[in-house]
């Protein structure tokens, strides 16, 4: 199974910034695309953005548009989101997940899963 492992969550004031990282380890991530998700206390888990293994697609889930950005750098192996404008309610804990056959409209065509980085927008 891929080894995903996310950085970059802790805690900041309402309008601030976090880049979150999802990185892979002993597997190239050049053939995926990266979901990014996120689960509050309480909540179900939503998606939150996916990039193509490309990186040519991108999609956001509407409580995010013009305020996150998801990018990838295939040479360092690594998966972005650019967190603007955080809001109280982006608080969760935030998923990488890599799937093999592209960004589908639901966490089922995501094979393998990070632990997670706890994100927490408060002031």
């Known amino acids: 199974q891929l080894q995903l492992v996310e950085s970059g969550g802790g805690l900041v004031q309402p309008g601030g910034s976090l880049r979150l990282s999802c990185a892979a380890s002993?597997?190239?991530?050049?053939?995926?695309?990266i979901g990014w998700f996120r689960q509050a206390p309480g909540k179900e888990r939503e998606g939150v953005s996916c990039?193509?293994?490309?990186?040519?697609?991108?999609n956001y889930a509407d409580s995010v548009k013009g305020r996150f950005t998801i990018s990838r750098d295939n040479a360092k192996n690594t998966v972005y989101l650019q967190m603007n404008s955080l809001k109280p309610e982006d608080t969760a804990v935030y998923y990488c997940?890599?799937?093999?056959?592209?960004?589908?409209?639901?966490?089922?065509?995501?094979?393998?899963w990070g632990q997670g980085t706890q994100v927490t927008v408060s002031a």
């Open positions: 002993r597997f190239t991530l050049d053939y995926y695309a």
């Open positions: 997940a890599a799937s093999g056959i592209g960004c589908g409209p639901s966490d089922g065509f995501f094979g393998s």
């Open positions: 990039i193509s293994s490309s990186g040519g697609s991108t």
